[in-house]
C-alpha cells in the first residue's frame, strides 16, 4: 500500500515569499490533516479536512496560510507571505474512516525561510 | 483532547528492555491511547493502539491500567536502530470517521547505547 505522498520534500525562500505543499494522502482515506513540526517540538495540528470539509483550523494562522482539498483527495497548503517563524517540516497526513485513532504520516516537506 | 505528560529523555543500552511511561489523567472515556516513533527527517509512525489492559505486536506492548490514567509503552531487547521520538496520545475517533486531530506534546527522546 502506498503511503502519504508529500512534495516538495525541501523549499527555501525568502521571508515575503509564497509557498505551497501537495500532498496525496492513502488511497480510501477520507480523514487528511496538515501539521507543522519546529525543531525539538512534537508536530501541531494546522487543519482537518474530511473528504473536502473543513473539521478544524482553528490553530491555522488564517492572516497567512491556506488549505484547500477541492475533490476530496489530493490537498495544498501554502503560505503567503513566509515569516521565518514559519521555517518548519510541513507534515502531511491521512486516516480511514475507522481507524481509532491511527494517523499515517509522509516524510514531511522541510521550508526554510530566510 | 487530553493531555499527556511523559519523560522528556531516557537512556539505555541495547538487548534491554525499555518502557516509557505517560501520564493523561483526564482520558475520556472513548479516548484510545496510541504511541508514535519518530526518526530525524521522517515523519512519525505509528507503533501501537490500546484501550485498556495489554496490547501487544510484533514490535512492543502496552500496558494500560484499569483507571487508564497512566499507559507504558515496552519495547523489548532494544537496538542503536531503536533510538527515536516517542510520542503519546489519547483521543477519539471524529465522528464522521478517522480520528480526531491528535495533540502531540515534546515526546520522550529515547537514546540507546551499545
Known amino acids: 500500500e502506498a503511503g502519504v505522498a508529500q512534495s516538495p520534500r525541501y523549499k527555501i525562500i525568502e521571508k515575503r515569499q509564497s509557498v505551497a505543499f501537495w500532498c496525496n494522502p492513502i488511497s480510501g482515506h477520507a480523514t487528511l490533516y496538515w501539521y507543522q513540526q519546529i525543531l525539538g517540538q512534537g508536530p501541531k495540528l494546522l487543519i482537518q479536512?474530511?473528504?473536502?470539509?473543513?473539521?478544524?483550523d482553528s490553530q491555522l494562522p488564517k492572516d497567512r496560510f491556506s488549505a484547500e482539498r477541492l475533490k476530496g483527495v489530493d490537498s495544498t497548503l501554502k503560505i503567503q507571505p513566509a515569516k521565518l517563524e514559519d521555517s518548519a517540516v510541513y507534515l502531511c497526513?491521512?486516516?480511514?474512516?475507522?481507524?481509532?485513532?491511527?494517523?499515517?504520516f509522509g516524510e514531511g516537506s522541510w521550508l526554510t525561510v530566510v | 483532547l487530553a493531555k499527556t505528560t511523559q519523560p522528556i529523555s531516557m537512556d539505555s543500552y541495547e538487548g534491554q528492555e525499555v518502557n516509557i511511561t505517560c501520564s493523561h489523567n483526564n482520558i475520556a472515556t472513548n479516548d484510545y491511547i496510541t504511541w508514535y516513533q519518530q526518526f530525524p527527517s521522517q515523519g512519525p509512525r505509528f507503533i501501537i493502539q490500546?484501550?485498556?489492559t495489554k496490547v501487544t505486536n510484533e514490535v512492543a506492548s502496552l500496558f494500560i491500567p484499569a483507571d487508564r490514567k497512566s499507559s507504558t509503552l515496552s519495547l523489548p531487547r532494544v537496538s542503536l536502530s531503536d533510538t527515536a521520538v516517542y510520542y503519546c496520545?489519547?483521543?477519539?475517533?471524529?465522528?464522521?470517521?478517522?480520528?480526531?486531530?491528535?495533540?502531540f506534546g515534546k515526546g520522550t527522546h529515547l537514546i540507546i547505547q551499545p
Open positions: 497526513a491521512s486516516s480511514p474512516a475507522s481507524s481509532g485513532n491511527t494517523i499515517y
Open positions: 479536512f474530511q473528504n473536502n470539509g473543513v473539521v478544524d
Open positions: 490500546g484501550y485498556k
Open positions: 496520545l489519547v483521543g477519539s475517533s471524529y465522528s464522521g470517521g478517522g480520528a480526531d486531530g491528535l495533540t
